[in-house]
């Protein structure tokens, strides 16, 4: 028999994969997979001292939890055949690669499913899989306790990130993209391999296959215009305070140490070195899905 590793937390989410966990390794075992769930430890790699490598790693988590795997899987030099179980809050990862937000549902897919090449980004010695950010509301998942998020789900975010409003400032940048430089007052910055961020599809053009980031950047102006341009460019609108751009490898500095987050979890730190990973991490993903 094929075999699986199960990577599972029981603190993403409301913990629901724990409550269907002996559910997926039957589903699993329908489809010739011999199944070793393990919970997972964030104070260790789980694949030291693996001997063998397994057919597939399945990961039941939110972003911050397959963030935590790929880093790992990337230390260890290893190139395995992953799985996404949407399991967290937001999910975003898992909703670029077209997964059904029912895990059983997932499993079926990703066991029925085709090895596709999906893009992961690197800033400094951190891979990436959904968004690099730093700014007004980006640090929110980090310093949200995991159970307002069981409690709240994404209000959870919105809560935290009323409180981020008094401290509004400019982060002053200086971008090379692809060798095109400019200076730009940053109030959010973010860089997107996936699509959404806390759900908001916020990189109109990104996809998780064209080793290219969408990075979106909203120039600090008062209070009330800078809010005004977020809702604008929330509801589709093209506010002049936002920059767009494209690019597959950002150097930014900053005179401001600001603080980073990576797929909800605390970031690297300035001077930012970024690239575009085309292709290097091999996904199951849904059959006949698109990830344009």
């Not at 929110?140 to 995991?146: E, K, L, M, N, V």
């Amino acid at each position: 028999m094929k075999q699986l590793l199960l990577l599972y937390n029981t603190r993403s989410g409301r913990g629901h994969i724990d409550r269907c966990r002996e559910a997926l390794v039957t589903l699993f075992g329908t489809y010739g997979y011999r199944v070793e769930p393990q919970l997972l430890d964030f104070s260790r790699n789980p694949f030291d001292g693996v001997a063998a490598p397994p057919d597939l790693v399945v990961v039941a988590g939110g972003d911050g939890t397959v963030n935590y795997v790929v880093n790992c899987m990337m230390q260890c030099g290893l190139d395995l055949e992953l799985g996404i179980l949407p399991a967290g809050t937001a999910n975003d990862f898992a909703r670029a690669l077209g997964m059904d937000k029912d895990p059983l549902k997932a499993a079926r897919q990703i066991a029925t499913g085709e090895v596709e090449r999906i893009d992961c980004g690197r800033v400094n010695d951190l891979c990436f899989v959904n968004i690099f950010s730093f700014g007004l509301f980006t640090t929110t998942s980090q310093r949200t306790p995991d159970e307002r998020k069981h409690q709240l789900g994404k209000l959870a975010y919105l809560l935290e990130g009323i409180k981020e409003i008094r401290r509004m400032h400019d982060i002053p940048l200086h971008i090379k993209a692809d060798g095109r430089e400019l200076d730009f007052h940053a109030l959010i910055a973010l860089i997107f391999n996936g699509e959404t961020a806390g759900g908001f599809h916020l990189a109109r053009r990104s996809s998780v296959q064209d080793g290219l980031f969408d990075v979106v950047l909203l120039e600090k102006q008062g209070f009330l215009a800078s809010c005004w341009a977020m809702v604008r460019y929330l509801l589709g609108g093209k506010p002049r305070s936002v920059r767009q751009l494209r690019a597959a490898t950002l150097e930014i500095d900053s005179p401001i140490a600001e603080p980073t987050d990576v797929d909800g979890q605390c970031g690297a730190r300035f001077p930012l070195s970024i690239h575009c990973m085309k292709g290097a991490l091999r996904i199951r993903c849904a059959r006949n899905v698109s990830h344009d």
